[in-house]
C-alpha cells in the first residue's frame, strides 16, 4: 500500500509535462525512499471524471482503478498528476478522494505552482498561438482573460484551502524560489520531504516559445 499519496494539480502551463515526464521516465534517484506514479503519466481523465457534468460511471470507473492502484502498489510515495485538476470544485473533489480513497485522505498533500500573473499570460498566448488557437494580437486575449477566475488566485485557492487544510502546498513558479532553480527538482525534493536525491536531466519537454518565435509561430500560423 502506498504510504502517502501526493496529487499534483497544476496549474497549467507550470511545468507540469516536466514533471509528470521525469517521473514517468525514472529520471530521479533516492536511496532512502521509493515513488511510484499512478497509471497515467497525466491522469486527464481521471480529473474529468470529477467535474459536475462527468458521468457517474466514468467517475467509478476511474477512482476504482486508482484505489486498486494504491492499495496494492508498495512505495512511500504515489503521484497522481494532472493540471485539469485545478479546473475541478475542490469541496466535490475532496468528497470523491473521501469516497474512494478513504485510507489516504487524512495524509494525502496536493501540490500546485502558479507563475505571476503577466508570465502566465504571456505563456498562455504563446501556447494558443502554437496550437492555432489564436493568432490575433495579445491585446484581445488580455481582455479575455483578465476576466477568467483561473487567474483569480487568491479565490480560487482559498476554496482548495477551505477543502484541504494544510494538506495543500502552493509553490511559486518563480526560479530563485525554486529548489535548485528548477521545477523538476523542486518537484521531487516536496515530493521526498527533503529526502536526498539526484536528478537526471530531462531535456526539454513543452518549453515555452519566446518573442521571436511567438512572431514566427503567428505568422506561420496564419499563412
Same mark, same amino acid.
Given at each position: $500500500?502506498?504510504?502517502?499519496?501526493? %496529487? @499534483?494539480?497544476? =496549474?497549467?502551463?507550470?511545468?507540469?509535462?516536466?514533471?509528470?515526464?521525469?517521473?514517468?521516465?525514472?529520471?530521479?534517484?533516492?536511496?532512502?525512499?521509493?515513488?511510484?506514479?499512478? @497509471?497515467?503519466?497525466?491522469?486527464?481523465?481521471?480529473?474529468?471524471?470529477?467535474?459536475?457534468?462527468?458521468?457517474?460511471?466514468?467517475?467509478?470507473?476511474?477512482?476504482?482503478?486508482?484505489?486498486?492502484?494504491?492499495?496494492?502498489?508498495?512505495?512511500?510515495?504515489?503521484?497522481? +498528476?494532472?493540471?485539469?485538476?485545478?479546473?475541478?470544485?475542490?469541496? %466535490?473533489?475532496?468528497?470523491?478522494?473521501?469516497?474512494?480513497?478513504?485510507?489516504?485522505?487524512?495524509?494525502?498533500? %496536493?501540490?500546485?505552482?502558479?507563475?505571476? @500573473?503577466? =508570465?502566465?499570460?504571456?505563456?498562455?498566448?504563446?501556447?494558443?498561438?502554437?496550437?492555432?488557437?489564436?493568432?490575433?494580437? $495579445?491585446?484581445?486575449?488580455?481582455?479575455?482573460? +483578465?476576466? =477568467?477566475?483561473?487567474?483569480?488566485?487568491?479565490?480560487?485557492?482559498?476554496?482548495?484551502?477551505?477543502?484541504?487544510?494544510?494538506?495543500?502546498?502552493?509553490?511559486?513558479? %518563480?526560479?530563485?524560489?525554486?529548489?535548485?532553480?528548477?521545477?523538476? +527538482?523542486?518537484?521531487?525534493?516536496?515530493?521526498?520531504?527533503?529526502?536526498?536525491?539526484?536528478?537526471?536531466?530531462?531535456?526539454?519537454?513543452?518549453?515555452?516559445?519566446?518573442?521571436?518565435?511567438?512572431?514566427? $509561430?503567428?505568422?506561420?500560423?496564419?499563412?
Amino acid at each position: $500500500m502506498i504510504k502517502n499519496l501526493v %496529487i @499534483h494539480i497544476g =496549474d497549467p502551463k507550470n511545468g507540469s509535462s516536466s514533471i509528470q515526464d521525469a517521473v514517468a521516465r525514472g529520471l530521479w534517484k533516492c536511496e532512502a525512499k521509493t515513488i511510484a506514479q499512478s @497509471h497515467f503519466r497525466n491522469e486527464v481523465g481521471l480529473a474529468k471524471s470529477v467535474r459536475r457534468k462527468a458521468s457517474i460511471e466514468m467517475r467509478e470507473k476511474r477512482f476504482s482503478a486508482l484505489s486498486e492502484w494504491a492499495l496494492n502498489t508498495e512505495a512511500d510515495y504515489g503521484v497522481v +498528476s494532472s493540471e485539469f485538476f485545478s479546473q475541478v470544485r475542490p469541496e %466535490i473533489f475532496k468528497e470523491v478522494l473521501t469516497e474512494y480513497l478513504p485510507e489516504f485522505v487524512e495524509n494525502m498533500r %496536493i501540490l500546485a505552482y502558479v507563475r505571476p @500573473h503577466a =508570465d502566465r499570460f504571456v505563456s498562455t498566448y504563446a501556447q494558443r498561438v502554437k496550437n492555432g488557437m489564436f493568432v490575433r494580437d $495579445m491585446a484581445p486575449l488580455l481582455n479575455t482573460l +483578465s476576466t =477568467d477566475s483561473a487567474l483569480n488566485y487568491h479565490s480560487r485557492f482559498s476554496d482548495w484551502k477551505d477543502s484541504f487544510g494544510e494538506r495543500l502546498t502552493v509553490r511559486p513558479f %518563480i526560479r530563485d524560489a525554486l529548489n535548485d532553480n528548477d521545477v523538476v +527538482s523542486d518537484f521531487f525534493h516536496f515530493v521526498l520531504e527533503g529526502t536526498p536525491f539526484a536528478l537526471r536531466d530531462p531535456g526539454i519537454t513543452n518549453r515555452s516559445l519566446n518573442v521571436s518565435q511567438i512572431a514566427a $509561430m503567428r505568422v506561420f500560423r496564419e499563412l
